[in-house]
């Protein structure tokens, strides 16, 4: 033993250092220039929130507990002549050893994310700390020294203060408190002064805590700061836009407010409340309170599951939000809520709820629901893939770029208003974008019938035609299959009307093709389908068709596509000069070479665009001649 250690040890506890990592996030806060140094309260309060959900939760089944009748709550109490503020809680507690184990690492995921973010930044670390929740260390902003004293729930618990005074470490030493609970005791600093003040202690809980869901109290008043609502089983007509859109961003500490909310009041067949969002984006920004998929489970509103996920199907998993219910037995573990028929009774509601809110959106608001679709919208391709019943019921929700409308959204709805008479079936193509999509030699001859053509070129779309074969009437059809159905061939315009290869020169240059292109191409033939294009690829019979080519090739790298026929348009100029320069002339292998590969670069197809450009030099310079 040391000479220190020995002087100390019958009058203080031995000191224990901080982790590494504890010891860089104290050193940042208690240094920080942070201005809105009031987010330390939102996160004990928070802290003091969880103690008292854990709490709740074990009373449902334990009621062997020290004080298992006190009323939860919390409480805040300040002290101007000390300088102290105190934040109370009668919640779960924590004995010596978890306080060595809880308070001295990093246990908040934000504090974690922040450190990593202040090592790979030069940004303002001031900046980030509000951004990143840092948890309970947060205190150190404000403070000089943080004492924790704390009795655990257990009946032989023995109480314990944990003290800290700087960066690098702290002490755990037995306590005397009678009550169950957490007392967490701020020295502040003489900056901080303003954190004694009640009116401002309020103001702070109105502004970061006030759906807490257990009673916050300042002073020893018992006017309550915080609503605590569950602003779920309040009634909708009485609770404004604004109280979602602060509620939403209480639960997730999101910066923007939801695209679009639902509340749900149900009384039979099972009784619930819920309360559902759509979030500004699909990714969970680092600083969302929110840390995985699924909904806040309520029973009698007692928290029973923070990230509950079966309620919603997969593919809706996105939306947030919470759900109580009257009906779910309360003596139920978190891992039996499954299987029950209530359960299922609640699935069906809440998942339809979730259908009818973006319907809903999509009726109201034509921007947002753009909005939702462009952050959202492979979720729902996914959902009619997958869904099992009734994935008619997604239609409604599915929005495509048209050969009519390339930049704006259409719904399948808006897609058979602008129909013509004539059309039966609903057009698409897949493509790999848009914009090379728009150019597709495919498109020739609808464009000649006036027919708008979706454009499906997002890779998940071929997933979602496997399912998606018709619409209200109108079959699903690939304008690139070779033999497309269309009205009266007769009608269509351009037939005679331009001159074409006769017979014999067609026969003629389908042998060069065949001759240069070889195994390349498992045929060459004309076709009266192409109106500005020279010449397309398009699947052989019986070959699998395009979407399950497109499925096969996202499921497996190595997928190669059948080999294609080359159909060739006898009216096009290159054509028809093509077929009248001599055979010995050594443009013909060029020009052939370039119209295939054209045609493979059309589809999506070609493995090395790039390599094309010594050929088409070559073809510059002969024109140049
Ligand atoms: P987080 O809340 O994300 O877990 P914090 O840094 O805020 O991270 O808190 C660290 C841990 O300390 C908590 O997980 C909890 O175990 C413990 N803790 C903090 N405050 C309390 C409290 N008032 N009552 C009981 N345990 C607490
Ligand atoms: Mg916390």
């Known amino acids: 033993m040391d000479a220190t250690a020995q002087t100390s040890s019958t009058e203080q506890p031995p000191p224990i250092a901080f982790k590494a990592e504890t ?149 755990v030493e037995p306590a005397e408190m009678a009550e169950r609970g957490t007392r967490v005791t701020i020295q502040l600093k003489e900056d901080a002064k303003e954190f004694v003040q009640e009116h401002r202690l309020r103001e702070i809980v109105r502004v970061h805590s006030d759906f807490i869901p257990f009673p916050i109290y300042v002073g020893s008043g018992e006017q309550q700061a915080n609503r605590q609502t569950a602003l779920w089983r309040q009634t909708p007509r009485e609770v404004e836009q604004k109280d979602y859109d602060e509620f939403y961003q209480q639960l997730t500490l999101d910066f923007e407010a939801p695209l679009a909310h639902a509340h749900m009041a149900v009384d039979a067949p099972v009784q619930m409340y819920a309360i559902l969002f759509v979030p500004p984006g699909p990714e969970r920004g680092m600083f969302s309170l929110r840390k995985q998929d699924g909904l806040k489970l309520y029973a009698r509103k007692v928290l029973i599951q923070e990230y509950h996920r079966d309620l919603l199907p997969e593919y809706l998993q996105f939306i947030q939000g919470v759900v109580d219910s009257e009906d779910i037995p309360l003596n139920v573990s978190r891992e039996s809520v499954q299987a029950t028929r209530v359960m299922a009774h609640l699935k069906k509601l809440v998942t339809s709820k979730a259908v009818d809110m973006l319907k809903k959106l999509a009726e109201d608001d034509l921007e947002r629901y753009s909005r939702f679709w462009e952050a959202y919208s492979r979720y729902l391709k996914q959902g009619v893939a997958i869904e099992q019943s009734e994935p008619e019921q997604l239609y409604p929700l599915l929005r495509f770029h048209t050969t009519e409308q390339p930049e704006r ?89 331009q001159p074409a290869l006769d017979e014999v020169s067609s026969q003629d240059l389908i042998e060069r093709f065949k001759s240069r292109l070889g195994e390349r191409v498992t045929d060459v033939r004309m076709t009266e389908r192409l109106a500005d294009s020279p010449a397309r690829l398009v699947d052989p019979e019986g070959a699998p068709n395009q979407e399950m080519q497109r499925v096969y090739r996202l499921l497996n790298r190595e997928f190669e596509p059948p080999k294609k026929v080359l159909e060739l348009n006898p009216r096009h100029p290159i054509l028809m000069r093509l077929g009248s320069l001599p055979v010995e002339d050594e443009r013909n292998a060029l020009v052939i070479e370039q119209i295939y590969e054209d045609a493979l670069l059309i589809e999506g197809l070609h493995p090395d665009p790039a390599s094309m450009i010594l050929r088409i030099q070559k073809i510059i310079e002969s024109a140049l001649e």
């Open 23 to 171: 010891r860089q996030l104290l050193d940042i806060l208690i240094h920080s220039l942070y201005t809105e140094r009031e987010i330390f309260l939102r996160e004990l309060i928070s802290n003091a929130s969880d103690a008292l959900t854990r709490m709740d939760f074990e009373l449902l089944t334990n009621r062997e507990v020290h004080d298992p009748d006190v009323k939860l709550e919390i409480r805040l109490t300040a002290d101007p002549e000390t300088n102290t503020l105190t934040i109370q809680d009668n919640g779960i507690g924590m004995t010596a050893e978890e306080m060595v184990a809880d308070l001295g690492t990093i246990a908040h995921s934000g504090a974690r994310e922040f450190i990593q973010a202040a090592h790979e930044s030069g940004q303002n670390l001031s900046d980030l700390i509000g951004q990143f929740g840092v948890g309970f260390y947060s205190a150190f902003m404000v403070a000089e020294w943080v004492k924790v004293t704390s009795r655990s729930y257990r009946k032989d618990a023995q109480a314990a203060t944990w003290h800290c005074t700087g960066a690098d470490t702290f002490t």
């Open 409 to 497: 959204w259409s719904s399948l709805d808006d897609y058979v208003a602008s129909m013509k008479p004539d059309q039966k079936h609903i057009y698409y193509l897949l493509g790999d974008d848009d914009r090379s999509a728009l150019h597709s030699p495919h498109l020739d001859v609808v464009r000649r019938y006036g027919y708008p053509v979706l454009l499906l070129t997002d890779p998940v779309d071929a997933f979602l035609l496997v399912r998606l074969t018709q619409y209200k009437d109108y079959p699903l059809s690939n304008v690139a299959t070779a033999e497309l159905a269309l009205p009266n061939k007769a009608q269509e315009p351009g037939g005679d009307a």
